[in-house]
């Protein structure tokens, strides 16, 4: 069975129409989605990380407030831009919040899309040594990080309080932590190279690249690289991989309100991202009858694992709790997800 989860952009706005007007609104609505899509069999609450806008930033506090209100669900990101991160101090956090959840942390991961801010990495105090890119920031975060949540000595211990001269490691430990990593992918390569490192695959509704195929096509093309990449690794666990979709079934007087007339989103898009040529995936809009037979034929989700929902958050808790019921209920079964 394919797990289902949504992803939140926590954005919050005072702007007419938003349930969402605060910050604080965004942070309670978020634990309240994450309660309500447990109890109607929605299987992962995912929130993407931004900087510097009023989208959520912070991941650990929320997802350490959920695990405690929550018993089944998976808690994740889509994703950490690990340029900002201070892998160690990370670590801790990632690691108290996975044993607050009893081991369901998904943590995704990545190089992080453009931000409103310039540079903004370095006003927290991290930027690329000379000759390195951002990718390679977030690359080397990323390897400090892994290797401090699997026990590795990464700080000198102080014999006069230890006894000892060896390296010590970052407290707590959570096992099983390391294998429920996830790295953000927008193209076929860093898709190999995520195998080639052992950590999960979380692919977007947007790549970074366009080969003039549909979106699916070449989403799928990028896990089955992504797969034979990891066999040729070697790895002995079998890999998870999550893939996102905007899915808006249109069942209610307010769905068709909100939504009825998007048929621009309703085809795959191409277009200009951070210098170079990128794919956006459409939206899914429509009868559920219809989007089920839609995405039993998007190659793309048919062989993820995990298909994560994009919500809109601003329409609040109880819109969006009904429109990840109705994916559950009319949707999912017809798309072979259920």
Not at 52 to 59: E, K, T, V
């Amino acid at each position: 069975m394919t797990r289902i989860g949504f992803l939140s952009f926590g954005h919050w706005q005072p702007i007419p129409g938003s349930e969402t007007r605060t910050a604080r609104d965004a942070l309670l609505q978020s634990i309240e989605l994450a309660v309500a899509a447990e109890e109607i069999g929605i299987d992962g609450a995912y929130f993407r990380v931004h900087h510097f806008a009023r989208q959520l930033a912070s991941p650990f506090p929320l997802l350490a407030a959920i695990a405690a209100k929550t018993s089944r669900i998976e808690i994740g990101t889509g994703v950490i831009d690990m340029r900002y991160e201070n892998p160690l101090y990370m670590a801790e956090e990632a690691a108290a919040t996975d044993l607050i959840s009893d081991g369901r942390l998904q943590l995704g991961v990545s190089r992080g899309s453009p931000e409103t801010a310039l540079n903004g990495s370095e006003s927290f105090g991290f930027m690329p040594e000379e000759g390195t890119t951002d990718a390679d920031l977030a690359r080397a975060h990323t390897e400090l990080f892994r290797a401090a949540i699997t026990g590795a000595g990464v700080a000198h211990a102080n014999p006069q309080m230890t006894g000892s001269s060896g390296a010590l490691a970052i407290q707590p430990q959570s096992p099983g932590l390391a294998d429920r990593i996830w790295w953000g992918s927008g193209t076929r390569k860093t898709a190999e190279w995520t195998a080639e490192q052992g950590m999960n695959l979380m692919s977007s509704t947007l790549l970074s690249e366009d080969t003039g195929v549909p979106f699916d096509e070449l989403q799928a093309e990028q896990i089955e690289l992504y797969r034979a990449a990891w066999k040729r690794a070697g790895w002995q666990r079998e890999p998870r991989v999550s893939v996102s979709r905007s899915i808006l079934p249109l069942v209610s007087d307010a769905d068709r309100a909100y939504f009825g007339g998007s048929a621009r989103d309703r085809e795959d898009q191409v277009g200009y991202l951070d210098g170079g040529l990128a794919r956006f995936g459409k939206s899914y809009i429509g009868e559920p009858d219809a989007l089920a037979s839609d995405l039993a034929n998007d190659a793309a989700v048919q062989a993820a694992d995990t298909v994560l929902v994009t919500v809109p958050n601003q329409l609040g808790v109880d819109y969006n709790t009904r429109l990840l019921e109705s994916i559950v209920k009319y949707v999912a079964p017809g798309a072979g997800l259920r």
